[in-house]
């Protein structure tokens, strides 16, 4: 499974996007992208994922680079309720996610 | 539809004695994977089943632990012997194949 980099922290003002950035330089051909959040001390939360074309869905958006070593997430328009740490992973089986230590994302009022 | 069920929320064991964590996934779910949860860290992968099939226990600690899904009810993830060092929450989540994972809300052992 693909080594993903996230940068620990990240500060966004509410209403406006939030951008989260992933590297995932080692990602072969065959590997998905996932990002995944935990609110608190909660289970993981689905957010979204992609294999090489962006996406979107009700939640966020996923822009992944032409040569698929990185990506960003973007929640289009944040909220307090978007606080949390977020995770990227890449995985090509879908079976055994490797979490890391993901970004922790905080709104400000 | 109810998501994938976890119980108890909270169990607090006394070291040497057992812990016994059920799961219940998403109707419709074969898949059943769980996870460990130190404090202040990521999520980490212990083992992945299928009704009456262990799939991948790569992450699981050799001795003291185990996990099974029967054929009826729920995935049992089995602590023996209990130490302090197995305080932490676990986390199980269910697909209905090889892809996206539904996370339950966990269990948060803790050993005294």
């Known amino acids: ?109 | 539809n109810a998501g994938v069920m976890q119980n108890p929320r909270h169990l607090v064991r006394r070291r040497g004695q057992e812990a016994r964590l059920r799961c219940s996934p998403m109707k419709g779910h074969s898949h059943v994977y769980w996870y460990r949860q130190l404090p202040e860290e990521g999520l980490k992968f212990m083992v992945y089943l299928q009704k009456e099939n262990i799939i991948d226990e790569s992450g699981m600690p050799k001795e003291r632990f185990s996990a099974e899904f029967p054929k009826e009810g729920p995935s049992i993830l089995r602590i023996q012997q209990v130490v302090r060092g197995d305080s932490a929450a676990y986390f199980c989540a269910s697909s209905p194949q090889e892809n996206i994972q539904y996370f339950g809300a966990g269990t948060r052992l803790s050993v005294l």
């Not at chain 1, 996230?6 to 065959?30: F, V």
């Open chain 1, 1 to 109: 499974d693909a080594k993903t980099t996230q940068p620990p922290s990240m500060d966004c003002a509410e209403g406006r996007a939030a951008n989260l950035p992933c590297n995932h330089s080692t990602i072969s051909g065959n590997e998905y992208v996932y990002w995944y959040r935990q609110i608190h001390s909660q289970g993981p939360q689905y957010i979204i994922h992609g294999l090489k074309n962006n996406e979107t869905n009700e939640m966020a958006s996923l822009i992944i680079t032409e040569d698929r070593k990185s990506s960003t997430l973007i929640l289009p328009h944040a909220t307090l309720r978007d606080t949390a740490v977020y995770y990227c992973i890449g995985t090509n089986t879908g079976n055994q996610f490797y979490f890391g230590t993901g970004t922790s994302l905080t709104v400000i009022p």
